[in-house]
């Protein structure tokens, strides 16, 4: 992932890619790049686009194979990513700085999220908003929207994904909301730390894809048209964001 943040274009956040911490004993990091913006004034504006690449290690064996892959939980998200940082590198159409993140330990508790988030405030970064891709590498059936987000009550992001999209891209997802899905992904960190707008873009609420956290979410389960698509929406709705003349994605009075 560093070099492929390299060869986009982006640069280091940091001194180095590596945003580095201790889980434990382990050495641990996230991979952090930034597109900086092409505004004088809205450079100084951030937003953060991240997606976890660690996943649970192994799991119950089935068929002799015990090792999880995580090809949708979460490799499907950190494509969306590393997609995204690849035009925007290339391109360099944003006004307001890009921050480009895989995250590492979301599975052990948020841990690389925190540790990131908890490091961007203490630098007292003005962070704009934070969108996390998660489990995008299945289609739902049967719905009128792409994917959902998380958190859909607490902002306005739906409303102007769709708006920026020309469609309706993102919805809600009464089990997303049932098991608290806000929470229980890197946005949350983000959310906690800023109070800004902080959401997980996702295609699975569990009722779409029967290998959560098991050996056999692999890439043959994976519709890479349907992620490919939902990706290309995504980009222009990312650099309207970005573009913007004002914080239009707002947190909503509860």
């Known amino acids: 992932m560093e070099n492929q943040f390299k060869s986009f274009g982006l640069k280091p956040y940091f001194e180095t890619y590596r945003d580095t911490f201790k889980v434990g004993a382990l050495d641990a990091f996230n991979v952090v790049g930034l597109v900086e913006g092409n505004d ?24 002799g194979d015990s090792i999880a892959n995580g090809a949708n939980d979460n490799a499907a998200g950190t494509s969306a990513v590393l997609a995204m940082a690849k035009y ?12 480009f993140v895989t995250f590492t330990a979301e599975e052990k508790g948020l841990l690389g999220s925190k540790h990131l988030a908890e490091k961007l405030k203490a630098q007292n970064i003005n962070l704009y908003t934070m969108i996390n891709f998660e489990m995008i590498g299945v289609p739902f059936v049967g719905r009128d929207y792409d994917a959902f987000i998380t958190g859909y009550a607490m902002s306005n992001l ?23 899905l806000f929470k229980r992904s890197d946005n949350y960190a983000f959310y906690e730390a800023f109070k800004v707008p902080s959401h997980t873009i996702s295609s699975c609420d569990l009722t779409n894809f029967d290998f959560y956290h098991h050996v056999d979410d692999e ?11 939902l990706i290309n929406k995504m980009g ?12 239009e994605i707002k947190m909503n009075d509860n």
């Open 40 to 63: 004088p004034q809205l450079k100084n504006e951030y937003i953060v686009i991240g997606a976890h690449y660690d996943h649970i290690g192994s799991s119950a064996e089935v068929d």
């Open 219 to 229: 890439v043959d389960k994976l519709d890479y048209h349907f992620m490919a698509n």
């Open 158 to 180: 739906a409303e102007r994904i769709n708006a920026y999209a020309g469609d309706k891209l993102v919805g809600y997802s009464e089990v997303a909301k049932k098991y608290n």
């Open 88 to 99: 925007f590198g290339k391109n360099k159409t944003n006004k307001r700085s890009l921050i």
């Open 236 to 247: 222009p709705v990312i650099e309207a964001m970005a573009n913007a003349a004002t914080q």
